[in-house]
């Protein structure tokens, strides 16, 4: 009796679920197959935001914080596309003299119109403890070369793009 269960539960299984499993894998795989369709053809068509920055304000205040200098970031750019995008989140990289001094983040939905201009602006923390004095120096005196990498997140229907950007080399 447990024998013909068995075989019966076997039977069972090889008609009824292997298929499923068959479709699912073969809809993974067409999915991934969009996805890599999907970004080709966005690399092709889409042309690159123009994006540029300057560092604002320097906010030092050794009464409140000795260690702690704070950078007001804008940064400005042009969307040639004919569609406008969201960005839900920016990472971004600070170098200074070469010298990685930070990393900060923007969860703030940026809005990018079709064929247009945008604006937005960021705050970056630095530690002196990590960028140095001679780094703090050239920050105050306002010749420090500031470099930054950014990743930009692009959520679409199908899933969240990152896309990475270096952005020029500026003393400032």
């Known amino acids: 009796m447990e024998k013909k269960l068995f075989i019966i539960f076997y039977i069972f299984g090889i008609t009824i679920i292997n298929p499923a499993m068959s479709q699912l894998?073969?809809?993974?795989?067409?999915?991934?197959?969009?996805?890599?369709?999907?970004?080709?053809?966005?690399?092709?068509?889409?042309?690159?935001?123009?994006?540029?920055?300057?560092?604002e304000k320097v906010r030092y205040n050794p009464l409140k914080s000795l260690n702690n200098i704070g950078l007001d970031i804008q940064f400005t750019g042009n969307n040639p596309n004919r569609v406008g995008v969201s960005?839900?989140?920016?990472?971004?990289d600070l170098f200074i003299d070469g010298k990685h001094a930070s990393k900060f983040y923007n969860d703030?939905?940026?809005?990018?119109?079709?064929?247009?201009?945008?604006?937005?602006?960021?705050?970056?923390?630095?530690?002196?403890?990590?960028?140095?004095?001679?780094?703090?120096?050239?920050?105050?005196?306002?010749?420090?070369?500031?470099?930054?990498?950014?990743?930009?997140?692009?959520?679409?229907?199908?899933?969240?793009?990152?896309?990475?950007?270096k952005l020029a080399e500026k003393e400032m």
Not at 87 to 92: D, H, P, Q, Y
Request: charged share 35%; net charge positive.
């Open 25 to 55: 894998k073969s809809l993974k795989a067409l999915k991934a197959k969009a996805t890599k369709e999907v970004k080709k053809v966005v690399e092709k068509e889409v042309k690159p935001l123009s994006i540029d920055y300057t560092v």
């Open 87 to 92: 960005l839900n989140r920016v990472e971004f």
């Open 108 to 165: 703030k939905k940026i809005v990018i119109p079709k064929n247009g201009d945008f604006l937005f602006n960021e705050k970056a923390e630095l530690k002196l403890s990590v960028v140095g004095k001679a780094i703090f120096n050239s920050i105050i005196k306002r010749k420090a070369k500031y470099r930054m990498d950014g990743t930009y997140y692009l959520e679409t229907s199908i899933g969240t793009f990152p896309l990475k950007a």
